[in-house]
């Protein structure tokens, strides 16, 4: 799957990932009234809210972008409604050609993450049938237990060619209270980051290893130090736009065949009709005002990398 991200972003010239992030409130009152009209103001109208308003937004998106990355919380919130939203979004981004990252944050012992790992990246045997449950084509993944966390994602990733993406240094502002602690005079990200490449030196694609890292667009100077600890694993790169990170803050991510990492906006995209500068389209086009946010972002990406050559 990691030669498809690749191709994907070698196709579109665009190494981001529209994060569908979906909160009630970023989502236009025409779209929630029709919904509400159909279901009632119940979990299920919320969650047909959502689905339209993904709908809408891969619509006006996908022959620009190479992935989307649901983030499974903004789903699980509505209940079991929500995760049929989940699972249609995910079916429908993979019809559009898209690949999926699952933000689903998972990390257990054995049979726990083994659990996850089928359930979003595998499959699952019912008797005599197979079934795909959620079937992402990446997911997220949480190292802090270590190995016996992230060895079940790895193996259903070799079964399936599926892949992950673990957190290493995140864009959160608190990050640094585990992340940056020293661990024999270097930074607990560092040694994490190099566990990443490890685990993907046995779990390669053509060029770039199926075990990603996750690293926020907020701390450029680590991501700087990071993609030379893990020079064959993708970065995921959230943190742009609305976090505050910018393309010139980003260049140092990608490898120097300007490859090696792909960069999450969420509400930057999905909620851009909300900010002034696409605010004259209206709600009721909040589709093409994240097209515009989306041409807008890889201009600011490739320009960014251009100068930098």
């Known amino acids: 799957m990691i030669n498809k991200l690749v191709e994907n972003i070698k196709k579109t010239g665009a190494p981001i990932v529209v994060g569908l992030d979906p909160m009630l409130n970023y989502i236009p009152e025409q779209v929630q009234k029709k919904a509400f009209a159909e279901y009632g103001e119940t979990l299920e109208g919320a969650a047909e809210a959502i689905w339209q308003f993904n709908k809408e937004i891969v619509d006006k998106t996908y022959d620009l972008i190479p992935a989307v990355k649901p983030q499974i919380a903004m789903y699980e919130q509505f209940g079991l409604p929500g995760l049929e939203a989940f699972k249609k979004t995910v079916d429908y981004c993979k019809e559009k050609g898209l690949v999926v990252i699952g933000d689903i944050k998972r990390g257990d012992i054995g049979s726990t993450s083994a659990a996850y790992a089928v359930g979003h990246l595998g499959k699952v045997q019912v008797g005599s049938k197979t079934y795909v ?61 190099e566990k990443v490449a490890a685990w993907g030196e046995q779990h390669m694609g053509t060029d770039y290893s199926y075990v990603g890292a996750v690293v926020g667009a907020t701390y450029p100077e680590m991501g700087k130090v ?44 999905i909620a851009a009709y909300k900010q002034e500068k696409y605010a004259a389209m209206g709600a009721e086009n909040f589709g093409d005002a994240s097209r515009a946010a989306v041409e807008d972002m890889i201009a600011d990406i490739r320009g960014a990398l251009e100068n930098n050559k």
């Open 133 to 193: 449950p959620f079937d992402e084509d990446f997911v997220t993944v949480n190292p802090y237990l270590g190995s016996d966390g992230v060895n079940p994602f790895l193996d259903v990733c070799k079964e399936e060619k599926k892949g992950i993406f673990v957190l290493v240094k995140t864009s959160n502002p608190s990050s640094g209270e585990f992340q940056d602690q020293l661990v024999d005079g270097r930074p607990l990200y560092e040694l994490v980051g």
């Open 226 to 269: 990071l993609r030379k600890v893990m020079p064959k694993a993708y970065i995921l790169v959230p943190g742009y736009g609305a976090q505050g990170g910018k393309g010139k803050d980003l260049v140092h991510f990608f490898n120097e065949d300007g490859l090696g990492a792909i960069v999450n906006s969420s509400r930057g995209i």
